[in-house]
């Protein structure tokens, strides 16, 4: 049994794909509606994806804060430096072990992501 997708409900396609495509450098993989109020996105270049789905039937849902998605980066100095040209907030960098480093953001649906360098 291989891991094939994570699904995140979001308030909206658009502004979800930009973020993940912008700020975390996913790409799409693809989009297309599944309904007449329902779009749904696949995004990465991998074999496991991001799956986002967006339903104009359900209002924003919220999101457990203790859930969070972890990407990695080459350089969390780097990806810092980013972030706040881009205005994005991002936790302090926790260092739990000598061999990782990360910080947290928040998605626009208010799901934690983990961006974390392996030193």
Same mark, same amino acid.
Do not use: C
């Given at each position: 049994?291989?891991?094939?997708?994570?699904?995140?409900?979001?308030?909206?396609?658009?502004?979800?794909?930009?973020?993940?495509?912008?700020?975390?450098?996913?790409?799409?993989?693809?989009?297309? *509606? %599944?309904?007449?109020?329902?779009?749904?996105?696949? !995004? $990465?270049?991998?074999?496991?994806? @991001? #799956?986002?789905?967006?339903?104009?039937?359900? *209002? %924003?849902?919220?999101?457990?804060?203790?859930?969070? !998605? $972890?990407?990695?980066?080459?350089? @969390? #100095?780097?990806?810092?430096?980013?972030?706040?040209?881009?205005?994005?907030?991002?936790?302090?960098?926790?260092?739990?072990?000598?061999?990782?480093?990360?910080?947290?953001?928040?998605?626009?649906?208010?799901?934690?992501?983990?961006?974390?360098?392996?030193?």
């Amino acid at each position: 049994m291989k891991f094939s997708w994570v699904t995140v409900t979001v308030k909206d396609m658009d502004e979800s794909i930009r973020f993940y495509t912008d700020i975390v450098g996913l790409t799409v993989d693809s989009r297309r *509606p %599944a309904g007449p109020d329902l779009e749904l996105a696949f !995004l $990465g270049d991998g074999e496991t994806k @991001l #799956e986002l789905i967006y339903n104009k039937t359900i *209002p %924003a849902t919220s999101i457990d804060a203790n859930i969070s !998605l $972890g990407f990695e980066v080459v350089s @969390l #100095e780097q990806t810092m430096a980013e972030l706040e040209e881009k205005g994005i907030q991002h936790s302090v960098p926790f260092q739990p072990a000598p061999q990782i480093r990360y910080l947290f953001i928040s998605d626009p649906n208010g799901l934690k992501i983990q961006l974390l360098e392996h030193l």
